[in-house]
């Protein structure tokens, strides 16, 4: 079955301490993948896409990448402040639909 | 803010009852999608809708119906209403809709309803 799995569930990180989220996926024929951001209570906040295997893509302490089978969120030096919940979801097929992922929820402590 | 508003913010009703949720696209944003989140299913894609056609369907029950109007606002309409719709629906809009390249979707706030 076409899935998209994020791990880990949660993440707990010291200030200052950089570290990747993963969002692996199964589907056949990725269009595009997206990391979003949400914070409790509020609608996803657009981040990056990616369309194709090699990409890269940064946005002040995130960089988000692609392989064939995984996207990773790497934080480095994280704050506070970036403690959320991060989604990824793909695009895929001849489907108009995105497919979340559960999300990772990040926690970071100063 | 992403430009896309979500009327209410929050709803309270009771089992059985039917609620209309409301949705304005971003200015030039052709295409909206609807989304249920529930703590235990995540973000699951309802419909999408573009310039007033349904385009694309998800897990949408029967009980649950959609439709863009000519100004491109969206209504979401939930009836015989479970416990289990108890959810925060989102509404996203992105240019156009899923033609050669994915346009961002961008999510209103939300609205968070819960059935007694």
């Known amino acids: 079955e076409d899935q998209v799995t994020q791990s880990p569930e949660a993440l707990r990180l010291q200030e200052g301490e950089s570290s990747s989220l993963n969002c692996s996926y199964t589907v056949s024929g990725l269009r595009g993948l997206f990391w979003y951001r949400q914070d409790p209570g509020k609608g996803p906040e657009f981040l990056f896409t990616l369309y194709s295997a090699g990409e890269e893509k940064e946005k002040e302490r995130l960089k988000a990448t692609l392989t064939k089978k995984e996207s990773f969120l790497h934080i480095t030096a994280p704050k506070p402040e970036d403690s959320a919940t991060y989604l990824c979801?793909?695009?895929?097929?001849?489907?108009?639909?995105?497919?979340f992922g559960t999300g990772t929820l990040l926690a970071v402590q100063p | 803010d992403s430009g896309v508003t979500q009327t209410p913010k929050h709803l309270i009703t009771a089992t059985g009852q039917r609620v209309t949720l409301r949705c304005s696209p971003r200015?030039?944003?052709?295409?909206v999608y609807w989304y249920q989140q529930s703590l235990d299913q995540g973000l699951q894609f309802l419909i999408q809708y573009y310039n007033g056609e349904e385009r694309a369907k998800g897990n949408i029950l029967e009980r649950f119906s959609a439709q863009q109007f000519p100004d491109l606002h969206s209504e979401l309409n939930l009836s015989s209403l479970e416990l289990g719709d108890s959810a925060l629906y989102f509404c996203?809009?992105?240019?156009?809709?899923?033609?050669?390249?994915?346009?961002?979707?961008?999510f209103g706030p939300g609205t968070r309803l819960l059935v007694l």
């Open positions: 200015s030039g944003d052709l295409s």
């Open positions: 996203a809009s992105s240019v156009d809709g899923g033609g050669v390249t994915q346009e961002t979707q961008y």
């Open positions: 979801a793909v695009w895929w097929g001849a489907t108009n639909k995105l497919i």
